[in-house]
């Protein structure tokens, strides 16, 4: 897969190819999206919204097809994953809202996906229906049973052609695991077990077994006074299947090898960059905390992202990461409004291309960042209505933090916090990438 393609200046270049959503400015608390992710051949586009329901998009045969490709979707399923719940014993609501979305390899004609809310996890199938079969000696078309005195043959049914219908159905509902909510789930390498993570702990399931699941680590303190820091995110290593790793809102990231004992709260590595003093303020701590962390397609590198940066670690180095790209640095002067306005908590995913070369994570403004990891270049563009025709070209964006503004520039002032991209996925073998803009999904490709 080559990555994409660079104009005679070396930059990057993207373009429009489609976006999904209601233009209406009054948008419903219930339509933002809230997890968006690719399968693993990238034919299907899972997103998952406040209101619980999870939509699946397949890829346009047509537009793969065509000479250039398009990377267009249409709308192939909708369904409800999960409904408002309440917790009488604690008075306690439970958001309907979908944390995560992970999808298992596909094994089989049908598609299996795992959906969470704050505490439930749900194993959906997902399969198609183009045949009926007609003529049942004990029942009636409409499904009515027949009178059995009625019945003087014997018929033999037949299978006729139907509209295709595509099913969703929950086959299995892993729940009461969790006492905190739910911000991870990673289906592991041998697609037979997966985690779930909340603030305290990770457990392990086996996909066909509901009614237990394995403490694999807790760092809950026996007095929770003394509560240090909470887990952010786990997952499990993509071709390992006893590694997974975990981070923190200290900073850290925590390698743990199931082999090495049935609780992982022995770490067997810590990924943790000492901090710059010169840097050192009210918000250090704050900002540190990682809001996500993905293990490469090699299984070699894994990016965390923090509230200002996307940073690459090696597995075979600790002490410090490889790489660092500063995604909104401009905001470091605005730290203390963020914090009033609580964007400061705002939790930011990031992606990796197919090959590994490039990575990508939001910002506000509706913006993201794309970071080539070869030639270092990185790009700011913004995910917006006006530019919403087919292979229309992304211009890159610039944010200008005081003095004279050039024409194309916006200045820091002027950014939008209320719009912000935190969702991104990006095509498996392909520079097609989804973006999550409230209740707007935007798909983007590389300029062919």
């Given at each position: 897969m080559d990555y994409a393609e660079t104009s005679s200046n070396g930059d990057m270049q993207w373009c429009f190819s489609q976006v999904k959503g209601t233009l209406e400015d009054d948008v419903t608390e219930a339509d933002i999206i809230s997890c968006v992710e690719f399968n693993h051949d990238g034919d299907l586009l899972a997103t998952g919204d406040k209101g619980g329901r999870v939509v699946i998009f397949q890829g346009d045969p047509n537009s793969k097809n065509s000479i250039p490709r398009r990377g267009e979707y249409n709308v192939y399923s909708t369904f409800q994953s999960h409904e408002p719940e309440f917790d009488y014993l604690k008075s306690l609501e439970i958001e309907e809202k979908i944390n995560k979305i992970r999808w298992l390899k596909r094994k089989?004609?049908?598609?299996?996906?795992?959906?969470?809310?704050?505490?439930?996890?749900?194993?959906?199938?997902?399969?198609?229906?183009?045949?009926?079969?007609?003529?049942?000696?004990?029942?009636?078309?409409?499904?009515?049973?027949?009178?059995?005195?009625?019945?003087?043959?014997?018929?033999?049914?037949?299978?006729?052609?139907?509209?295709?219908?595509?099913?969703?159905?929950?086959?299995?509902?892993?729940?009461?695991?969790?006492?905190?909510?739910?911000?991870?789930?990673?289906?592991n390498s041998d697609q037979e077990t997966y985690l779930s993570a909340d603030d305290l702990r990770i457990n392990l399931w086996h996909l066909e077994i509901t009614d237990q699941s394995f403490n694999i680590v807790d760092i809950k303190?026996?007095?929770?006074?003394?509560?240090?820091?909470?887990?952010?995110?786990?997952?499990?290593?993509?071709?390992?299947?006893?590694?997974?790793?975990?981070?923190?809102?200290?900073?850290?990231?925590?390698?743990?090898?199931?082999?090495?004992?049935?609780?992982?709260?022995?770490?067997?590595?810590?990924?943790?960059?000492?901090?710059?003093?010169?840097?050192?303020?009210?918000?250090?701590?704050?900002?540190?905390?990682?809001?996500?962390?993905?293990?490469?397609?090699?299984?070699?590198?894994?990016?965390?992202?923090d509230y200002l940066s996307v940073k690459v670690w090696d597995l075979q180095m600790e002490t410090k990461p490889i790489e660092c790209y500063p995604v909104h640095e401009y905001l470091r002067s605005k730290l203390c409004s963020l914090y009033e306005n609580d964007c400061i908590f705002d939790k930011f995913e990031c992606c990796w291309s197919g090959n590994d070369s490039a990575i990508m994570t939001g910002s506000y403004n509706n913006f993201f960042r794309v970071f080539d990891r070869t030639t270092k270049r990185d790009l700011t563009l913004e995910a917006a209505r006006d530019i919403a025709k087919p292979k229309t070209l992304l211009k890159p964006r610039k944010v200008c933090t005081g003095g004279k503004r050039k024409k194309d520039e916006i200045s820091v002032d002027c950014l939008d916090f209320n719009k912000k991209i935190l969702h991104t996925a990006w095509h498996p073998s392909e520079n097609v990438v989804a973006v999550a803009a409230t209740n707007n999904l935007f798909l983007f490709q590389d300029k062919l």
């Open positions: 089989n004609p049908a598609h299996f996906l795992l959906s969470t809310n704050d505490k439930t996890i749900k194993l959906w199938k997902v399969s198609e229906r183009d045949k009926k079969v007609e003529g049942y000696n004990t029942k009636e078309e409409n499904g009515a049973i027949r009178d059995p005195a009625c019945i003087t043959s014997l018929r033999v049914p037949t299978i006729k052609p139907m509209e295709l219908m595509v099913e969703a159905s929950p086959r299995r509902i892993f729940a009461n695991a969790h006492t905190y909510h739910i911000n991870s789930i990673s289906v303190p026996t007095n929770m006074e003394e509560l240090t820091e909470v887990i952010t995110a786990a997952e499990f290593h993509p071709a390992e299947c006893n590694v997974l790793v975990y981070s923190s809102s200290k900073g850290t990231i925590r390698l743990c090898d199931m082999r090495s004992a049935a609780l992982c709260d022995q770490h067997s590595k810590l990924f943790e960059e000492p901090e710059d003093p010169t840097n050192r303020s009210f918000f250090s701590e704050i900002i540190s905390s990682i809001s996500d962390v993905k293990l490469s397609n090699s299984g070699r590198y894994m990016i965390s992202r």
